[in-house]
């Protein structure tokens, strides 16, 4: 899975929720985990960062090191990152290689630019669209890699990551960034997809209680109010409350998935599981019991991978 497809999958979980800003009102901090993508070479141990050829090949393998060296859900690199296939007289247990081609390509172009055509650009009398002669750029990277195997030398993972930046300017204009100093951003992205491709995520974000009251008589629609504010304040209280309204006044879909929230924000993922499907069930046009559901069930196999793969580890080193 690519990392613009990872981004897309993140947010069909409902993790744009929150994301990069502070807890929302009425809203509870959960941790969202997601498998990588490439479940194959996420479970190895080790990689090696192998060759990657063409005239920006280093500077590509220099920035995917970079990327997975970052720490992951657990605080630490997800790989055992090798810079050759042995350490030690110890074999990696698959290596990244590849090709990396870039292409820079400038041309002059007729743009049309907003200018002063009457007067002088400190007393315009008048402006409008003229047209000038301009220079347009176009920088191309593209990158073929693949995760070899080395237990049997199957290949793990394929994949291309093309990138293609256009900028065009004229007179007046400002400047663009430098040629190479793009390229180097644009390999960083590259680096990034390839990290996202093949190692898991683990985002902290804000989720909203669901407030809706409807079906609710008076009474029980300001008791329900009121828990949603307490959840600001004492929130193991709240949740105490939404399990005694959901006794008093079952079946409501908002008293069932704030439930489920709360055994979320308690990690009781199982929990949770079970009681946004009974949310999903009273109401399955709700797209939020629909994200929480796929971001509990991704959570869960994040886990699920983490605690295979930290066995198989541990079974490794004891043999």
Known sequence: MGGRTMTAALG???????LGQSALAESVGVVAEMPAGNRAVAMLDSLAIGPVGGQDGMQLAMAIERALSRPGPDGRP??????????????ADGVIEGVMTSDVQENRVKLQRN????????????????ELDCRRRVVSVRADLRVVGNADGRILYSAQHPLVEEVSWCPGDSSPVGVEERVAALIATIAGDVSDDVTPRALQISVRFREGRKGMDKAMGERFKQAIRLTQR??????????AIDVAMPGHASIVFNQALCAESRDALEEARATYIAANILDPRGGDIRDALARVEATMAARADADE???????ARGG
């Open 309 to 315: 793969r930290a066995a198989a580890r541990a079974g």
């Open 12 to 18: 069909a979980l409902g993790l744009a929720i929150g």
């Open 234 to 243: 004492d929130l193991p209280a709240a949740c105490a409350e939404f399990d």
């Open 78 to 91: 997800h790989f055992d990152l090798l810079a050759g296939r042995r350490r030690g007289g110890a074999e």
């Open 115 to 130: 200018r002063c055509i009457e007067g002088t650009d400190k007393d315009c009398k008048k402006r409008g669209n003229v």
